[in-house]
């Protein structure tokens, strides 16, 4: 049981180039989120997946887009990148939408934009 | 809307010390409380939650939070630190209207000396 995993790791990207993120998870978790960290702002959530085929925006979503084909997969892409995109991202998941639920988070993508 | 304050950037502690991070939040329904913590080029790993009902939580690694409604506060404490326990501490807030939304502080990082 791996819980949630990250690829890549680690990127560093040139302004305009575009790449994705993807995330999995092997809970049987329904529900999804992208996170961004940025020093002393915590995490802010960019989008989040309450199912398979369906996504929604959450505090930060411009310049990125996400897509949820599978129920185990939640992808992240920057289509432009820009110098403000750079940030350590995370993805969660939990097993239901209600509040008392917790969320399990990877190990983290740091992506650098030049 | 939902917030988080964590107002101290940084704790430092002698090993063998007790351990407090504050955090205060404000919600306009019922406060559902999350402590995570973040080690070196990890992941958030979940500590403990406040649901309701006993106001003192206890978590995992030995760490507890008291859940003060009058103060609006969540502090995360720990009876005698641990070098190991050197790492930067979230605090985050669901609300009763904000489904599985969690709004996060700007984390606290902690420095263990031996």
């Known amino acids: 049981n791996a819980g949630v995993t990250q690829t890549p790791k680690f990127r560093v990207l040139k302004t305009g180039q575009s790449m994705t993120l993807l995330c999995a998870q092997d809970m049987n978790h329904e529900y999804m989120y992208w996170y961004r960290q940025d020093p002393g702002m915590g995490l802010r959530l960019i989008h989040y997946s309450v199912g398979e085929g369906t996504t929604a925006k959450g505090e930060v979503p411009d310049g990125y887009n996400v897509s949820r084909l599978k129920k185990q997969n939640f992808l992240l892409g920057l289509e432009s990148a820009a110098p403000s995109q750079t940030s350590v991202y995370f993805c969660a998941s939990s097993y239901s939408w209600e509040r008392t639920d917790t969320q399990y988070f990877g190990p983290g993508t740091r992506l650098t934009v030049l | 809307a939902q917030s988080v304050a964590q107002p101290e950037d940084q704790v430092n502690v002698a090993e063998g010390n007790p351990l407090t991070v504050k955090c205060t939040y404000s919600?306009?329904?019922?406060?559902?409380l999350f402590w995570y913590v973040q080690y070196p080029n990890r992941g958030l790993q979940f500590l403990l939650k406040?649901?309701?009902?006993?106001?003192l939580v206890k978590g995992s690694y030995g760490f507890e939070a008291e859940f003060n409604k009058s103060q609006t506060s969540f502090h995360l404490k720990k009876p005698s630190a641990l070098v190991s326990d050197s790492a930067l501490y979230f605090c985050?807030?669901?609300?009763?209207?904000?489904?599985?939304?969690?709004?996060f502080g700007g984390g606290t990082r902690v420095l263990v000396k031996p």
């Open positions: 919600v306009s329904g019922n406060p559902y």
């Open positions: 406040y649901i309701t009902g006993d106001n």
């Open positions: 985050a807030v669901r609300d009763g209207a904000a489904g599985n939304k969690l709004t």
